[in-house]
């Protein structure tokens, strides 16, 4: 089996894994908007915003120095061993003070302190399975991996369905159905599945056996800690438009826009299934190869198909962004968000691409550098949000996510050739990008819901490609051929 048809395999099981999940999370979001008044909807948003970032911080950059250490380390256990005990101890210094101030915290998010709970034991719980799910990873054991991602989202929304529809609908006078309890029923949900899934994969914790290695952990940590921060940094630049949405608009009008921004980025969907089943495939991939003498050239070829597929991806979803609001976004008051799709789709396509880039400092493990360009990303999300906001409402957000992951990839890039240069194939990924860019503005401000051109500009990205890529259809016919 050749390299790209063995990456190409385990990139389509894992984005199974990953894209599964999201079109059940996408097909729910109509659900969420029918049953959740806008404000609980909002709530929701926001709480989940939250999450992301406490989740970088129990999970501690553990994941990727695992990979790191396992494929490094001949003592496999050791290694697993640690990293399980260095995320135990982390969830118990934040489950302490979490309890203590869950009162506080509730009133932060006008919620019910049992609401509280039931996020603060979600982290926990995810936060517990990382490593698990890491070492599946590692022993390429991506169909376990995939099941059990797969049980797990069935479960959350099953019983989703079951608290805020058939309680209401079928037992509204039952014990069990709490009236405008609907943030919570979510949360709850989200806590069976979350609670399950960990049960699927506890077998990893006989582990625990090993002894504790004080010097491998302090090398774990010291690798881990830049990652966390700059995983923190990604989280801001992930979810923190929404925070500050809610922050610098009213409380009453803050978490409706939250609602409707919130809602209208679902619709950038299968840009970030294209970009997380990726990576969930190539991060392994960047690890095992980078010993060989020809990896820069492979990481170059990997990257130019990268942009290529996603060029096309954007171009379409672009195209058929009024077909998705109405079938999964039914609610027209939502609809006042649709002016953010070309900027965030774009935004989360750079973002793919900087996963690409960063593969030098992370196989060379300068994840300090990471840090330093996710840090800086975060600062530019709040200047910029604070500064377009006000002007232009939740377009500005748009518009300041897009500007931050432009600026993390060209850092990125430039950084990476001066330490470790990649031949990437700079004239191909800038037609693709920028011809996909061009045609899906042009398409969206100017010719929105005109499907015949919006078929002729894909057309025309679909000609662009192959004409630029002669050479490898020459060869793919010639072995169709032989």
């Not at 805020?164 to 009236?179: A, D, E, M, W």
């Not at 609670?195 to 940590?221: D, G, I, P, Q, S």
Request: charged content about 15%.
């Amino acid at each position: 089996m050749s390299l790209y048809t063995k990456l190409f395999k385990q990139t389509l099981v894992y984005g199974l894994a990953a894209v599964f999940p999201k079109i059940i999370g996408f097909i729910m979001v109509r659900y969420y908007i029918n049953w959740m008044p806008e404000n609980a909807y909002g709530s929701y948003s926001l709480i989940f915003s939250w999450l992301m970032f406490l989740n970088v911080v129990l999970s501690f950059g553990m994941e990727t120095a695992f990979f790191r250490f396992y494929n490094k380390y001949e003592d496999k256990k050791q290694v697993i061993s640690n990293a399980l005990y260095i995320i135990l101890g982390i969830c118990l210094v934040f489950c302490i003070p979490a309890f203590v101030f869950i009162k506080p915290i509730s009133n932060y998010f006008i919620t019910d302190p049992v609401v509280t709970a039931f996020i603060i034991a979600i982290l926990v719980l995810d936060a517990l399975a990382v490593v698990p799910f890491a070492l599946l990873r590692a022993k390429q054991k991506s169909g376990v991996y995939t099941g059990i991602k797969i049980t797990n989202v069935l479960l959350y929304s099953g019983f989703t369905i079951v608290f805020l529809y058939v309680l209401p609908q079928f037992f509204p006078k039952s014990r069990l159905f709490i009236q405008n309890f609907e943030v919570g029923y979510a949360y709850l949900a989200n806590l069976i599945a979350s609670l399950v899934c960990l049960l699927l994969v506890a077998k990893t914790y006989r582990y625990l056996r090993v002894a504790f290695n004080w010097h491998l952990a302090k090398e774990m940590l010291i690798y881990a800690y830049p990652v966390m921060i700059g995983g923190l940094a990604f989280a801001i630049n992930e979810s923190f438009d929404k925070i500050i949405l809610d922050w610098m608009l009213p409380k009453d009008v803050g978490i409706i826009e939250v609602a409707r921004y919130a809602a209208i980025y679902k619709l950038g969907l299968f840009m970030v299934l294209f970009r997380m089943a990726y990576t969930l495939g190539i991060e392994p991939f960047f690890f095992n190869y980078a010993k060989n003498e020809d990896a820069p050239i492979k990481y170059a070829t990997v990257t130019k198909y990268f942009v290529l597929f996603g060029s096309l991806v954007m171009l379409v979803i672009v195209v058929c962004a009024d077909i998705l609001k109405i079938i999964m976004i039914p609610k027209q008051a939502y609809w006042s968000a649709m002016e953010i799709v070309p900027y965030i789709i774009l935004a989360n396509l750079m973002l793919g691409i900087y996963t690409n880039l960063s593969v030098w400092y992370k196989i060379q493990d300068k994840t300090k550098v990471g840090m330093y360009i996710s840090i800086l990303g975060a600062i530019g999300t709040f200047a910029f949000n604070f500064l377009l906001i006000p002007h232009f409402g939740i377009l500005g957000c748009a518009m300041a996510t897009l500007l931050v992951y432009a600026f993390m990839m060209y850092t990125s890039y430039l950084l990476g050739q001066k330490n470790y240069p990649i031949p990437y194939d700079k004239k191909a990924i800038s037609l693709y990008l920028g011809s996909s860019t061009l045609l899906s503005f042009v398409y969206f401000y100017q010719f929105r819901e005109n499907y015949i051109i919006g078929f002729i500009f894909v057309v025309i990205l679909v000609a662009i490609i192959g004409w630029n890529e002669r050479p490898l259809l020459k060869q793919l016919l010639s072995l169709k051929k032989g």
